[in-house]
């Protein structure tokens, strides 16, 4: 065997080990591009989720004023944990609609009075048909829904402290 | 205080690990009778001392203690014992825990055993072991201390994930870390016969067990995991080429090469230098599985999950081992001398086939499983599944099978066809008759129709090395290589039906409705709640029977976990001897029905059956072996003492 044939296995490695560094030092990326930006939400209508909101149909998002859409449940935990940075947003002015994941109304009572309820209304989506229909697939999901009732951004995971003022400028964004 | 006790042990332990390295390369350097005599005992107290670190982790789970965290972050109190422990292992910290203390034990049997190869290798061997033992170390002792406090205490443990609450948890690591570590040995092994350029049988013969070893705790460990994941994620699927799948796959393949170009070095000494690379390929392929599951680089669509500090760091620990035994390898392989040479024709000359395609198969298992890292650097997210996997692994894997058939029937060093005619016109007979057989019975895809006829044709020849011996004197070694290629041609069968025969139904029944699933009948009785130690379920009962007779009950369930919370769902499994019904309760429509998915699954446990037989087949063979070696060290017992009393 020829000399430099001796090296092959070891430059093969190193070509491996710089593949698989290279996502381990990139700063992991948090945008997720759904396949449904920039188009309209789809038709549906939602009962409402409790006795004391009203619940939501696709023409309440198309008065020109941009909206967020949270999908949650009282039974997720980092819905808990994201609830402050929701009360902030709406202190902020922002009108927040929620659809509420296979839930039951007597829990979902009990989450709003423990988390406090940010939401102008709340939808009930009790088999998910919704929620997959908008293009989310987990919960906490949070969506920016312009005037025109077009998905304008998606927000996978909770929404932390440091999501607020960039969730304020996409609501902005979709203002234009 | 168990704890602090736990963590001294592993300090100390790490600190015997530098030394018995310090000393080994001092020694190989430049030999020291005094401080050669220091490495063996240093590697067996070693060995103690990380046992001790893992025996007091094992008690702080036992014992429920909350102000440890890794206790509070994966127990709780209301899990069955055996979780409570397995616990200990299903978590980042407790498992490299454990690895290393079975790699630490591993080395201290080596220590306390191994006589046969030249000693200066040997030191080589111990050294090199330290050397990988001792990344690990730093790694638990740095990056993820198992035994760090909670200060106060928890009150209540976060709970062990629901998914891993099941009794496969408690088996199918430690398993893995067998594999793993045994080829940690090998790996040794090659790196010190390289140090010292001692290449012979004798050091291809004391790696062997390790390699066997090994490689039957990955078959099982491989075929446990693979029914886990068939009964327990409930989509009816046994393979999924998944990175994490992929991961255990690889190791194996490269053992599974490793062990049959090892057999040729100690039966025939040649194939040196490549037995050394399979080696250093054999455990990098561990470390490189145990570094995409870790690292969580490949399931990148759960952002949350990835950890890339203790990625980066075991993927420097890969970089430095295998990227130094590499360097030494293109330093050191020419140097080598050559080992004996053979005719194609001949044992060896099967062998070496053997050896590249299951080398080719690990490199398009490698490549598929790396892809989408490739495309995802160009912006683009590709998953890489089955239509790549299995036709092109099946291109490699179903031509091998006829050598794996005829290689054994062949002489070492030179033989000729002619002179095995005969048996090679029955395996050819066998096949077609077996492909005519299916082709002419139903109407299958091409993969599973040869895949059937080289199953049978496998059967049969797999049993030919026996033909003509006395089969009470055949050694143990050849009936474990023939068991384990039939368990080859059991698993394929069982493969090729499973893909040819299986029948899904997914329906949506109220109670009381009958639904046919091939040769059965399922009635849904009722869906009513249950409930066990932590967790409440619905759960249908559904009668099912076979071909008109009398009816079974399953009781598939969908399960709430409430610590942490979390939805899974139970299949329920009616297992035949041809075959196995496979249900599962889904959801209620709005509508009050209720979502059945059924399937019918001819022959599919045969998969696994047969794998065990592998595994079967790898055990006796590591019997015969080391019986083997046992007789003949005592042989030399005795020899020696005679002279001695003659003198």
């Known amino acids: 065997m020829t000399r430099w044939k001796l090296w092959l296995p070891l430059v093969l490695f190193a070509g491996f080990c710089a593949l698989v560094a290279w996502p381990l030092i990139r700063p992991p990326s948090t945008d997720v591009h759904s396949q449904l930006i920039g188009k309209p939400l789809p038709q549906f209508a939602l009962k409402p989720a409790n006795s004391t909101l009203p619940g939501i149909a696709t023409a309440d998002f198309r008065d020109g004023k941009p909206r967020l859409l949270n999908v949650f449940a009282s039974w997720c935990v980092p819905c808990a944990a994201e609830a402050p940075q929701l009360g902030e947003l709406q202190r902020q002015g922002v009108e927040i609609v929620g659809i509420d994941l296979r839930d039951h109304p007597e829990d979902l009572a009990q989450f709003l009075q423990q988390n406090g309820n940010p939401f102008a209304r709340i939808g009930a989506d009790d088999i998910g048909a919704v929620q997959l229909g908008i293009g989310s697939s987990g919960v906490p999901e949070t969506f920016v829904i312009d005037g025109k009732g077009v998905i304008r951004y998606q927000h996978i995971g909770d929404i932390r402290a440091e999501d607020v003022p960039m969730l304020l400028g996409k609501l902005k964004d979709a203002e234009a | ?647």
Not at chain 2, 97 to 113: D, E, Q, R
Not at chain 2, 187 to 197: E, K, M, N
Request: with cysteine; aromatic share 10%.
């Open chain 2, 1 to 647: 205080m168990i704890a602090e006790l736990g963590l001294a042990a592993l300090w100390l332990a790490a600190a015997l690990a530098l030394l018995q390295l310090v000393c080994g390369v001092m020694v190989v350097r430049r030999d020291d009778a005094a401080l050669a005599s220091v490495i063996r005992p240093l590697a067996v107290v070693q060995g103690a001392l990380a046992a001790l670190a893992f025996g007091a982790l094992l008690l702080c789970f036992a014992r429920f203690d909350l102000s440890v965290k890794l206790v509070a972050m994966n127990s709780r109190d209301a899990q069955p014992l055996i979780f409570q422990i397995a616990g200990t292992w299903g978590n980042h910290e407790g498992s490299m825990l454990m690895w290393v203390t079975i790699m630490s034990l591993a080395g201290a049997l080596i220590a306390l055993i191994e006589r046969r190869v030249p000693e200066r290798t040997m030191i080589a061997t111990l050294a090199t072991q330290a050397f990988v033992g001792l990344g690990f170390y730093a790694f638990l002792l740095i990056a993820s201390n198992p035994f760090e406090r909670l200060d106060p205490p928890a009150q209540q443990g976060l709970g062990l994930n629901p998914a891993l609450q099941d009794i496969g948890l408690a088996y199918h690591p430690p398993t893995l870390y067998f594999g793993y570590v045994g080829l940690s040995v090998a790996f040794s092994f090659a790196v010190g016969a390289l140090i010292t350029r001692q290449v012979t049988p004798a050091f291809a013969r004391a790696m062997r067990p390790w390699v066997l070893g090994a490689w039957i705790f990955l078959t099982l460990g491989i075929t446990a995991g693979s029914y886990w994941a068939y009964y327990e994620l409930g989509w009816g699927g046994w393979w999924f080429w998944d990175p994490t799948e992929n991961a255990s796959l690889m190791p194996w393949l490269a053992a599974t090469a490793l062990l049959h170009s090892v057999s040729v070095l100690a039966a025939r000494d040649a194939l040196r230098t490549w037995t050394i690379m399979l080696g250093v390929v054999a455990f990098s392929m561990s470390m490189v599985g145990t570094f995409l599951v870790r690292s969580g680089i490949l399931t990148s669509v759960h952002a949350f999950a990835i950890d890339p500090e203790r990625g980066a760091f075991i993927l420097g620990l890969l970089a430095l081992y295998v990227g130094s035994a590499l360097v030494l390898f293109a330093l050191r392989a020419g140097t080598v001398a050559e080992g004996e040479r053979f005719a194609v024709t001949s044992r060896e000359g099967a062998l070496v086939v053997n050896n590249v395609v299951l080398c080719a198969l690990l490199a398009i298992v490698l490549v598929g499983t790396l892809y989408p890292l490739v495309t995802e650097a160009y912006g683009v997210r590709v998953s890489v599944g089955p239509p790549y996997f299995t036709p092109v692994s099946a291109l490699f894997f179903l031509p091998m099978l006829v050598v794996l058939a005829v290689g054994p029937l062949l002489r070492w060093r030179r033989d000729s066809l002619e002179r095995i005619q005969r048996p090679l016109v029955l395996f050819f007979a066998i096949a077609v008759i077996a492909l005519a057989g299916v082709w002419f019975n139903s109407s299958i895809g091409f993969l599973p129709l040869v895949g059937m006829a080289l199953a049978a044709m496998l059967a049969v020849a797999s049993f030919a090395p026996a033909q003509g011996r006395n089969l009470r004197r055949l050694p143990l070694a050849v009936w474990g290589m023939m068991i384990a290629h039939f368990g080859i041609a059991v698993a394929l069968f069982g493969m090729a039906a499973d893909s040819a025969f299986t029948v899904e139904k997914l329906v949506a029944a109220k109670e009381g409705d009958t639904v046919e699933i091939g040769p059965w009948l399922a009635t849904l009785k009722t869906v009513e709640p249950v409930a066990g130690p932590n967790w409440t379920a619905l759960e249908a009962t559904l009668a099912v029977s076979y071909e008109g007779e009398p009816g079974k009950a399953l009781r598939p369930q969908q399960r709430s976990f409430w610590a942490p919370a979390q939805k899974t769902s139970e299949s329920a499994l009616l297992t035949r001897w041809n075959g196995q019904l496979y249900t599962v309760l889904g959801d209620q429509a709005e509508d009050g029905r209720w979502q059945l998915r059924l399937w019918w699954k001819p022959f599919v446990t045969w998969i696994w059956y047969g794998g065990i037989l592998i595994g079967l087949g790898g055990l006796l063979a590591l019997i015969g072996r080391v019986g083997n070696d046992l007789k003949r060290r005592h042989a030399q017992v005795r020899i020696a003492r005679r002279k001695r009393t003659a003198e």
